[in-house]
């Protein structure tokens, strides 16, 4: 997993682009994409499913 694999907000989002434009990195252009995709995942399924998630961890805390 990459380090931006966790990210979550759109805030993170600008923060890992505005990183990598300022680096030279052609070799890594693909994975570079990818884990932007992923943060931009990560920020559509907590923009769907944040308040259900919370309520489903809210009712099932004791089986954690």
């Not at 990195?25 to 259900?52: G, P």
């Given at each position: 997993k990459?380090v931006t ?11 890992v ?13 693909m994975?570079i ?12 399924f907590l ?11 809210k ?6």
């Amino acid at each position: 997993k990459s380090v931006t694999s966790r990210g979550k907000t759109k805030q993170e989002l600008e923060e890992v682009k505005k990183f990598f434009r300022k680096k030279h990195v052609q070799n890594a252009k693909m994975a570079i994409k990818q884990s932007l995709e992923n943060i931009e995942i990560n920020i559509n399924f907590l923009e769907k499913n944040e308040k259900e998630v919370l309520k489903w961890f809210k009712q099932n805390q004791q089986f954690l």
